[in-house]
DNA sequence: CGATGGTATGACAGAATTGTGACAGTAGCA
DNA sequence: TGCTACTGTCACAATTCTGTCATACCATCG
């Protein structure tokens, strides 16, 4: 969830600016201060987003930026240009070097940050935004719901990708913490118990509709999600 | 999505030179010699962008371009001036006359796509014609009015669009995101809170006709329009 | 049958998210 | 030029969601 995402400025106080404002945000920062710099960076380890800074020493902004969509583990890399040019001209240049988007100094963190999400929202990778029919229930992502015969049941975001995990994974037990890593995710530390807990109102939630019962405990295992 | 493209320019070499690369492009070229010629177009039917040579014969591009900028059915349509003059100063009339970019000739057919498509991509969404039926309302965007059952209810600009948006896409969640890339555009940069304000504005204008229930808050992810 | 280990449930406080009223700056309009 | 309506933001209120407990419940086994 946490992006990373390479600065490469050579100025150093807008580099610090850039990086607080990005750290502020809940992303990581990786400060490069020229295109070599930057180019081991991206060899060493690919970021989810570069922030370039139109003229560095060496080679430009946008030399890099050309190198980096000629090259096919990069290709897909989003670009922000960060220039301090004011020329419309630039601007649709570094567009056409393959920059996803521009911004020109002095700029507010505000609509820094706002184009950072608006790019990395359009690159995120689509999850499955399938609808899933198992047993009985037909669950859509897209609007968010579940249809059990008919009668639409909306659900808390812990509880919906709960039951999205085991529609999509039925008739197989799963414990505790594999259901933890999958549904909350890897990294969060939460108490085992606290998945007895969700599936409880999991089945509260289906109740009504009686198909509660499709979610079964496996004594001494887990859960299991299953039509028989 | 084909966008049409006034094209306003007296010598005829160049008229076809551009048609050919915008329809090259997948536009479609609306073409115009003068004036007088562009402005019966344009009341005929409004072009997605305007590419204006600055010297025309009669009056002169920016003249028309000041034209386009004080009527207010004319006042967004995107314009890109066409200049041989290199000069700054007529650079910079160009931009005050409100044209939103200009190419000195002679350009690169491909520098010319790219600042096209650059202006079209800045461009806010536009919304189509057609009367919308959902959820018991009818929206009639040419008469600008909602009806609700027989009662009439009269939105705010964006209200109104957003009410659009989700009468034309219903049952589906949209995050805040989402909302302000369909409803307010790409490039505008607000806050998605913004969103909560103008769905509570919505429905406070909905709410006398209990028409309000048909926005539904999913939370933590987004806003729903749902007759359900 | 009672002991034991595992599971279900209800309650709760804190966290996270959304709803609302107010406000200042702008744009549109007469 | 004033006036009115519309917008985007805030701060704060209201609501919902989460993770944990303590306790009740239940199956299994000695």
Redesign the interface.
């Known amino acids: 969830m946490t992006a990373n995402i390479l600065v490469v400025e050579d100025e150093a106080a807008i580099q610090e600016l850039l990086a607080f404002n990005i750290t502020q945000c809940g992303y990581r920062a990786i400060e490069a201060y020229d295109a070599d710099g930057a180019w081991t960076h991206i060899n060493h380890e690919l970021p989810d987003l570069i922030l370039l800074d139109w003229m560095l020493p060496g080679s430009s902004g946008v030399e890099l930026a050309r190198r980096l969509r000629a090259n096919q583990r990069t290709r897909n890399i989003p670009i922000i240009m960060l220039t301090a040019r004011t020329d419309?001209r630039d601007?649709?240049?570094g567009?056409?070097s393959g920059a996803d988007d521009y911004i020109t100094k002095p700029f507010s963190p505000?609509?820094l940050m706002?184009?950072i999400?608006?790019v990395l929202?359009r690159r995120a990778p689509q999850m499955s935004d399938e609808t899933v029919v198992a047993g009985g229930l037909e669950l859509s992502p897209?609007?968010?719901r579940i249809n059990a015969n008919g009668v639409?049941i909306?659900l808390?975001?812990t509880e919906f990708r709960l039951l999205h995990f085991f529609m999509t994974h039925p008739e197989r037990v799963y414990s505790r913490s594999q259901l933890l890593d999958h549904v909350w995710g890897d990294h969060v530390f939460v108490e085992e118990r606290t998945v007895d807990v969700h599936i409880r109102r999991l089945r509260q939630a289906l109740e009504p509709s009686s198909f509660d019962s499709l979610i079964q405990t496996v004594r001494g295992s887990g859960y299991r999600f299953s039509s028989s």
Chains 1, 2 share one sequence.
């Open positions: 419309e601007k649709i240049l567009l056409e505000r609509e706002a184009r999400r608006a929202r897209t609007m968010h639409m909306d808390g975001p």
